[in-house]
T-cell receptor, first 115, second 114 residues
């Protein structure tokens, strides 16, 4: 099955600086890579996703890059703000036609924005 | 607003006493998932329904069962909860993974086993 590794487990950055979280996956057939933000006591919320036919995707301060050859993808947050503090999970999925697949999550990164 | 709803948000049960967690959705999605998330860990998929078809993950204990009586509702039954089953249980939905795999999560039910 799929295995997703995520680094770092904890990331502390100064407000206004950029944050980068990296993930690798094992199954070369995986083709959908979402990122979730989870605040304390809440369910994960999708913040951005990328599919394997795209190398980069950006949404305001958040961007994701995908390198299918190397099987890794990264989340970039620019101009970080205190409300960005949360646990971030990467995930991978094989969205095969005709079937349903759950997500395989990384272990999460606790992002701390220092004021 | 269309959403995924989980009830209750907090559930306390006794060791060995059966418990049922519920999930409902107004998104009219075909797929519903149950994940277990232990403290400071990633969510782990337990099983999912694609319409009425039930799919169990290979390492999901037999102690965990699920029911989906209709499109909107899905239940997680824990037949004999142990201390190790204390966790956050997350329900998620997706429209049709063959085209759009985006999963929408509910707020979760935190289960405590005494």
């Amino acid at each position: 099955g799929e295995n997703v590794e995520q680094h770092p487990s904890t990331l502390s950055v100064q407000e206004g600086d950029s944050a980068v979280i990296k993930c690798t996956y094992s199954d070369s057939a995986s083709n959908y890579f979402p990122w979730y933000k989870q605040e304390l006591g809440k369910g994960p919320q999708l913040i951005i996703d990328i599919r394997s036919n795209v190398g980069e995707k950006k949404d305001q301060r958040i961007a994701v890059t995908l390198n299918k050859t190397a099987k890794h993808f990264s989340l970039h947050i620019t101009e970080t703000q205190p409300e960005d503090s949360a646990v971030y999970f990467c995930a991978a999925s094989l969205a095969s036609g005709g079937g349903a697949d759950g997500l395989t999550f990384g272990k999460g990164t606790h992002l701390i924005i220092q004021p | 607003d269309a959403m995924v709803i989980q009830n209750p948000r907090y559930q306390v049960t006794q060791f060995g006493k059966p418990v049922t967690l519920s999930c409902s959705q107004t998104l009219n999605h075909n797929v519903m998932y149950w994940y277990q998330q232990k403290s400071s860990q990633a969510p782990k998929l337990l099983f999912h329904y694609y319409d009425k078809d039930f799919n169990n993950e290979a390492d999901t204990p037999d102690n965990f069962q699920s029911r989906r009586p209709n499109t909107s509702f899905c239940f997680l039954d824990i037949r004999s909860p142990g201390l190790g089953d204390a966790a956050m249980y997350l329900c998620a939905t997706s429209r049709d993974p063959s085209r759009d795999s985006e999963q929408f999560f509910g707020p979760g039910t935190r289960l405590t086993v005494l």
